[in-house]
């Protein structure tokens, strides 16, 4: 009885901490699967439209051309990633990584990416800051809180960006151990980690700034990015499609 106590207790922390992302999931209709594939935290990205967010960032494997979440929201790439690669170039509307060769797209009826206008209404919601940027676990990124976000007891969160810009910037206004993130994921948080951005295969700026792309495209050879540092976080930022940039996906409620 006491073993099946045990077992019970570990199913509902992982029932609290991911969430299905579709009241009929059948792993079968996504190659990125949907059960306990969504962090728990319901944002609004529109005045009627709510979102969970994947438990990490898209990565593929360049051998095996299989695309997969990263295991945990800190974890990204940069530039030691042998055949995981998790920065995306955009094709109509879809990731896509066209280097050496490999010319692999993603197209999943079961996830999406943030527009422009979606990333705005996110970051600016009812003009509340709901965002902080933090050191979680070693990782440098930024934090994303649920509409109804109630902080875990014990730890301590400060709302906001660093002043300064500079990877040693975002331990000054949040540094959070694996014990104390393991709370806030559970209640709800998202990391975006600051994994950088690809030219060809050079990594450049990780630890320092976060590209996540957006689904929207501004002309035929450029999108609009969120983009964040320490110190600053914009949603309108403009870039080429053919550099690489962080995704996460995210399923609509």
Same mark, same amino acid.
């Given at each position: 009885? =006491?073993?099946?106590?045990?077992?019970?207790?570990?199913?509902?922390?992982?029932?609290?901490?991911?969430?299905?992302?579709?009241?009929?999931?059948?792993?079968?209709?996504?190659?990125?699967?949907?059960?306990?594939?969504?962090?728990?935290? +319901?944002?609004?990205?529109?005045?009627?439209? %709510?979102?969970?967010?994947?438990?990490? !960032?898209?990565?593929?494997?360049?051998?095996?051309?299989?695309?997969?979440?990263?295991?945990?929201?800190?974890?990204?790439?940069?530039?030691?990633?042998?055949?995981?690669?998790?920065?995306?170039?955009? %094709?109509?509307?879809?990731?896509?990584?066209?280097?050496?060769?490999?010319?692999?797209?993603?197209?999943?009826?079961?996830?999406?990416?943030?527009?422009?206008?979606?990333?705005?209404?996110?970051?600016?919601?009812? %003009?509340?800051?709901?965002?902080?940027?933090?050191?979680?676990?070693? +990782?440098? /990124?930024?934090?994303?809180?649920?509409?109804?976000?109630?902080?875990?007891?014990?730890?301590?969160?400060?709302?906001?960006?660093?002043? /300064?810009?500079?990877?040693?910037? *975002?331990?000054?206004? !949040?540094?959070?151990?694996?014990?104390?993130?393991?709370?806030?994921?559970?209640?709800?948080?998202?990391?975006?980690?600051?994994? /950088? *951005?690809?030219?060809?295969?050079?990594?450049?700026?990780?630890?320092?700034?976060?590209?996540?792309?957006?689904?929207?495209? =501004?002309?035929?050879?450029?999108?609009?990015?969120?983009?964040?540092?320490?110190?600053?976080?914009?949603?309108?930022? +403009?870039?080429?499609?053919?550099? /690489?940039?962080?995704?996460?996906?995210?399923?609509?409620?």
């Amino acid at each position: 009885m =006491k073993k099946l106590n045990i077992l019970m207790l570990v199913a509902l922390f992982f029932a609290l901490t991911f969430t299905s992302c579709n009241k009929n999931d059948d792993d079968n209709k996504s190659e990125l699967g949907g059960v306990n594939n969504c962090i728990s935290g +319901v944002f609004s990205v529109s005045d009627n439209k %709510k979102i969970n967010f994947s438990k990490g !960032n898209l990565q593929l494997n360049i051998e095996t051309k299989q695309f997969q979440f990263a295991e945990h929201q800190w974890d990204y790439v940069g530039n030691d990633g042998d055949n995981i690669i998790d920065l995306f170039e955009l %094709k109509d509307g879809n990731p896509i990584y066209s280097i050496n060769n490999v010319n692999t797209v993603i197209s999943d009826a079961e996830w999406d990416i943030l527009s422009q206008e979606e990333w705005e209404y996110l970051i600016d919601r009812d %003009k509340k800051s709901k965002y902080g940027v933090a050191e979680v676990n070693g +990782v440098q /990124g930024l934090v994303l809180l649920p509409d109804d976000w109630v902080l875990p007891e014990g730890v301590t969160f400060n709302i906001g960006v660093a002043i /300064g810009m500079d990877s040693k910037y *975002y331990k000054t206004k !949040n540094l959070l151990s694996l014990e104390e993130w393991t709370k806030m994921e559970a209640a709800g948080a998202v990391f975006l980690p600051a994994a /950088g *951005y690809r030219i060809e295969t050079d990594v450049l700026f990780d630890g320092d700034d976060g590209y996540y792309l957006s689904s929207t495209a =501004k002309n035929t050879d450029e999108m609009y990015l969120m983009v964040f540092n320490s110190g600053r976080i914009r949603h309108d930022i +403009v870039s080429s499609n053919d550099a /690489g940039y962080s995704v996460r996906f995210v399923h609509v409620l």
